[in-house]
């Protein structure tokens, strides 16, 4: 596993599904946490969900967001963090001109194939 990455690096690398509307490339994963590097293209939309056993964490690089956190929107830029506890139905929109890119830590390991519920 690498442990340091110059981030700017990882931009060439980037590949957006069109099933997620954002690129996920793993940095760092253990037993109780995994950590991401995020980059959404703007206008892309993570839709609303909740995890069960899971919480998030995430730092914002550049761009913009408007993110859902329960009940609450909060738009969100450049040096902005995010907690998102278990169970909290949360979803995030690039609303800026420039793609938004972020860091994502999930505790446990991110698993959206057994932990993700869409509502």
Do not use: C, W
Request: no cysteine; aromatic share 12%.
């Amino acid at each position: 596993m690498k442990l340091v990455y110059k981030l700017e690096e990882l931009i060439p690398k980037i590949e957006v599904s069109s099933e997620e509307d954002v690129a996920m490339l793993e940095l760092a994963r253990s037993q109780f946490q995994s950590t991401h590097f995020v980059y959404m293209p703007p206008g892309r939309k993570i839709r609303p969900h909740f995890h069960r056993e899971r919480e998030e964490v995430y730092v914002i690089l550049s761009g913009r967001a408007r993110l859902r956190l329960g009940d609450e929107y909060v738009e969100v830029g450049e040096g902005y963090f995010a907690y998102v506890p278990r169970g909290t139905v949360h979803a995030a929109e690039s609303i800026g001109a420039e793609p938004l890119m972020l860091i994502f830590v999930s505790t446990p390991p991110y698993d959206p194939k057994r932990d993700r519920y869409y509502i």
